[in-house]
């Protein structure tokens, strides 16, 4: 019975990474509340069979199917799981070469903060500073990814995520209609 329910929490986790590409073990762990010693062996016997792969970010250890990601959409999902970044990156796709000081105010972060999230976005060729006069504007690289690729990614491997966001974007050209029509 033990073998079998290891299987069990081993089959869930590889299809927790498989919806969920990108993710960490502690993430694993609080979703599919499983202890850490068993999320770390499973991820690790599922990265032996060749199954999964890892890749480290920082003090974080994310995990994807194998074979199903080139590096650039693993870069960038690795992105989309993080909430400032993503919201950073969502800004730029919504705004078009905001400035630093557009994002702040909408994300409510100090520009520092703002600043190191958008030089880790720049070092990962996620995006492209702009100097316009004193200011400098921010746009996506332009032959690595477009908002296109970046809704698609989002809409399929992080639907949740897409849901909010484009219930903004409905509320968005909401309000731009009703702006336009007390014109």
Same mark, same amino acid.
């Given at each position: 019975?033990?073998?079998? /329910?290891? *299987?069990?929490?081993?089959?869930?986790? =590889?299809?927790?990474?498989?919806? *969920?590409? !990108?993710?960490?073990?502690? @993430? +694993?762990?609080?979703?599919?509340?499983?202890?850490?010693?068993?999320? &770390?062996?499973?991820?690790?016997?599922? &990265?032996?069979? !060749?199954?999964?792969?890892?890749?480290? @970010?920082?003090?974080?250890?994310?995990? =994807? &199917?194998?074979?199903?990601?080139? /590096?650039? $959409?693993?870069?960038?999902?690795?992105?989309?799981?993080? /909430? #400032?970044?993503?919201?950073?990156?969502? =800004?730029?796709?919504?705004?078009?070469?905001?400035?630093? #000081?557009?994002?702040?105010?909408?994300?409510?972060?100090?520009?520092? %903060? +703002?600043?190191?999230?958008?030089?880790?976005? +720049?070092?990962?060729?996620?995006?492209? $500073?702009?100097?316009?006069?004193?200011?400098?504007?921010?746009?996506?690289?332009?032959? %690595?990814?477009?908002?296109?690729?970046?809704? $698609?990614?989002?809409?399929?491997?992080?639907? *949740?995520?897409?849901?909010?966001? %484009?219930?903004?974007?409905?509320?968005?050209?909401? %309000?731009?209609?009703?702006?336009?029509? *007390?014109?």
């Amino acid at each position: 019975m033990r073998k079998k /329910e290891s *299987n069990s929490n081993k089959e869930r986790i =590889f299809q927790f990474i498989q919806t *969920n590409p !990108g993710c960490y073990l502690r @993430q +694993i762990r609080n979703e599919l509340d499983l202890s850490m010693g068993s999320v &770390q062996y499973h991820s690790y016997q599922l &990265q032996k069979g !060749g199954k999964i792969t890892s890749t480290r @970010q920082g003090l974080y250890k994310l995990h =994807f &199917q194998s074979g199903a990601f080139q /590096e650039h $959409e693993k870069t960038l999902l690795q992105v989309l799981n993080q /909430e #400032t970044p993503r919201e950073i990156i969502l =800004f730029i796709v919504d705004q078009r070469y905001p400035t630093q #000081t557009d994002i702040v105010r909408k994300l409510g972060i100090s520009a520092p %903060s +703002i600043n190191w999230h958008v030089r880790r976005l +720049i070092d990962l060729n996620l995006i492209d $500073e702009v100097r316009e006069g004193k200011f400098k504007r921010y746009k996506l690289r332009d032959n %690595s990814i477009d908002s296109r690729y970046i809704v $698609e990614l989002l809409k399929k491997h992080h639907p *949740n995520l897409w849901s909010k966001w %484009s219930s903004r974007l409905v509320e968005m050209f909401l %309000s731009l209609s009703e702006a336009e029509e *007390n014109k």
